[in-house]
Each structure stands twice: as C-alpha cells, then as structure tokens.
C-alpha cells in the first residue's frame, strides 16, 4: 500500500482546509490491476476491505447529499 499523502495525510489536509474527511483508500497493487482490467474492486472483490473503504466514503457523500436517506451499513 502506498499513502500518496503520506499515512494520514489526507485527513490532516481536509482538517486544515476545514473540510469533511470522507475516507482514506492507499493505492494498492490489486485496484489498479484490477482497474487496469476493467473489473473496479467493488465488483470483483465485494468483500474484500477495500470495497469496504470505497463503501464507506459513498455513504458519508450519499448522507451529506441526501440526509433523510436511510442507508444500510457497511
């Protein structure tokens, strides 16, 4: 895995812009194999914890567009 922002450096960044932290996903050899094949994580690896990762940033964008929405957990 590697963190492009450094291990925490995103969710430092979106506290110093004062912005929502919605998630943090490291590039990691499997997605962009996988992406480079046209087969996204979520699809090809639905239980694996990156799917897992992408799930979560999805529902926190869907709760701050769509607050009244009930979404199951992931």
Wanted: proline share 5%; charged share 25%.
């Amino acid at each position: 895995e590697s963190h492009i922002f450094g291990d925490g450096g995103a969710e430092r960044t979106a506290k110093e812009m004062e912005l929502d932290f919605l998630g943090d996903v490291a590039l990691h050899s499997e997605i962009c194999q996988l992406s480079d094949k046209g087969q996204p994580v979520v699809v090809s690896r639905p239980d694996s914890k990156h799917t897992q990762y992408y799930k979560a940033i999805a529902s926190k964008i869907v709760a701050k567009l769509w607050p009244e929405t009930k979404l199951p957990s992931v």
